[in-house]
């Protein structure tokens, strides 16, 4: 379900195995305590397993300053961010936008995202809402992953410029 990997030089930061992870929750309702945060230690348990380093957990609600500052922060001591949360319909849903930003790249339409939008409302007899069209907005050049289990997407965005040699996962 994912799209190819941008072709890249061979030795290319893009085809080096990632060393280091960071996991970023997003959310508010994970930072005051309304919620209790299982995605970090799913995530933690897949990381050693796949033999990824963990060094650093970060959770940030759900404000654009702090969430840019946190991405940065993240990207600057770990190969690979994976983020959770801040991907869904509403206005504070901001993940997308931010590590998009940060990373160089743009936000653009991604018409098999919007074909498992659609179809994922079509099975439950109902009609997707405007602000669902957001959560078809993918990282130019990104990976993208079919949500098996809600209207959200994932991806894998590979960074730009600063950034380069950079991954993130949402």
Not at 17 to 37: F, Q, R, S, Y
Not at 77 to 100: F, S
Request: hydrophobic share 35%; net charge negative; aromatic share 6%.
């Amino acid at each position: 379900f994912a799209e190819e990997k941008p072709q890249q030089e061979e030795g290319s930061a893009m085809n080096q195995k990632p060393k280091t992870a960071e996991i970023l929750c997003v959310g508010t309702e994970l930072l005051m305590g309304n919620t209790v945060n299982t995605n970090a230690a799913f995530l933690a348990r897949g990381l050693a397993e796949a033999g990824l380093n963990l060094y650093h957990q970060t959770v940030v609600g759900d404000n654009p300053e702090r969430l840019r500052e946190a991405v940065e922060l993240a990207l600057s001591r770990a190969d690979v961010v994976i983020t959770t949360g801040g991907l869904g319909p509403t206005y504070d849903d901001l993940t997308k936008e931010t590590v998009a930003r940060t990373l160089g790249r743009e936000l653009v339409p991604h018409e098999e995202s919007q074909r498992w939008v659609e179809e994922y409302f079509r099975r439950r007899g109902r009609t997707p809402c405007p602000n669902n069209q957001k959560q078809c907005m993918m990282h130019e050049g990104a990976i993208v992953f079919q949500n098996h289990n809600g209207t959200a997407p994932g991806c894998l965005i590979y960074g730009a410029g600063k950034w380069e040699g950079k991954q993130a996962v949402l």
